[in-house]
T-cell receptor, first 112, second 117 residues
Framework: TQLLEQSPQFLSIQEGENLTVYCNSS?????LQWYRQEPGEGPVLLVT?????EVKKLKRLTFQFGDARKDSSLHITAAQPGDTGLYLC????????????FGTGTQLKVEL | GAVVSQHPSRVICKSGTSVKIECRSL??????MFWYRQFPKQSLMLMAT?????????EQGVEKDKFLINHASLTLSTLTVTSAHPEDSSFYIC?????????????FGSGTQLSVL
């Protein structure tokens, strides 16, 4: 059983549409990160959230950390083909040192 | 910001041979590095935590004799896949904590695609 479950697993949308990716767990995380990865490359950090209820915006991307620090969401407004990629949430468990646990991943494809 | 270099980026080998993958922190020291494995269109699975000057800590289900990790210096960790078989074919990625934009964060190498024939 994966500690961090992401949904949906796959998402194919048209350019200009909005979407939300969810990252859920029954465990509490001291911090949670979102990454985007392209084929054949390492993941690239998009954002880190550390406070329950925190909302961070990065241009068209909005990230939210749940009040209980067990879940997070990523919302993309007006998606573009350049947003295509594998989106991964990853968290550090409370008391887990600096070991990062990755979510199951969401493969996003944005078509023209 | 910090840079993590991984080499080689792609390797093809015959079944039964051993393959070594290097992970270097280029402009910072990393006492801890992490090794992940990733299958196509799936997430990263942590294999082990590499500790400078001591034994690596392996995740449950990862064979330590199969995946040898050496972290002999503060800037280099290596992962050796011993007696590789086709089922070991995967994308292997390393990471290390470093300073970036005034905060400590995890930097990832660009990955190594291993194909075992």
């Amino acid at each position: 059983t994966q500690l961090l479950e992401q949904s949906p697993q796959f998402l194919s949308i048209q350019e200009g549409e909005n979407l939300t990716v969810y990252c859920n767990s029954s465990s509490v995380f001291s911090s949670l990160q979102w990454y985007r990865q392209e084929p054949g490359e390492g993941p690239v950090l998009l954002v880190t959230v550390v406070t329950g209820g925190e909302v961070k915006k990065l241009k068209r991307l909005t990230f939210q950390f749940g009040d209980a620090r067990k879940d997070s969401s990523l919302h993309i407004t007006a998606a573009q083909p350049g947003d295509t990629g594998l989106y991964l949430c990853a968290g550090v468990l409370t008391g887990g040192g600096n070991k990062l646990t990755f979510g199951t991943g969401t493969q996003l494809k944005v078509e023209l | 910001g910090a840079v993590v270099s991984q080499h080689p980026s792609r390797v093809i080998c015959k079944s039964g041979t051993s393959v070594k993958i290097e992970c270097r922190s280029l402009d910072f020291q990393a006492t801890t590095m992490f090794w992940y494995r990733q299958f196509p269109k799936q997430s990263l699975m942590l294999m082990a935590t590499s500790n400078e000057g001591s034994k690596a800590t392996y995740e449950q289900g990862v064979e330590k004799d199969k995946f040898l990790i050496n972290h002999a210096s503060l800037t280099l960790s290596t992962l050796t896949v011993t007696s590789a078989h086709p089922e070991d074919s995967s994308f292997y990625i390393c990471s290390a904590f470093g300073q970036g934009a005034g905060e400590e964060k995890l930097f990832f190498g660009s990955g190594t695609q291993l194909s075992v024939l």
